[in-house]
């Protein structure tokens, strides 16, 4: 799914989005109203905060719920 119905659907289930091209260990990202921007939570669950996308990450169609 794209990055913007990814959020959307996340936001509905208070869930993170990650890309399938990530996988089988994705870095799950939340998307977030505050200066923190989107919080990226590795498979350790260290959070790093200010992730910042790619062009291929904005263009992407992997994305999907996840968490």
């Known amino acids: 799914m794209e ?3 990814a959020i959307k659907e996340a936001q509905k289930n208070g869930r993170g989005i990650a890309r ?3 996988e089988p260990r994705p870095i799950m990202l ?3 109203n505050t200066t923190a921007g989107i ?4 498979s350790k669950n260290r959070a ?3 992730w910042e996308p790619t062009l291929n990450d904005l263009i992407a169609t992997d994305w999907f719920v996840f968490g």
Do not use: D, E, Y
Request: with cysteine; charged share 5%.
């Open 20 to 22: 399938h091209s990530n």
């Open 39 to 42: 919080v990226a939570v590795t």
């Open 30 to 32: 939340i998307p977030t």
């Open 3 to 5: 990055l913007r119905s």
């Open 48 to 50: 790093v905060v200010c």
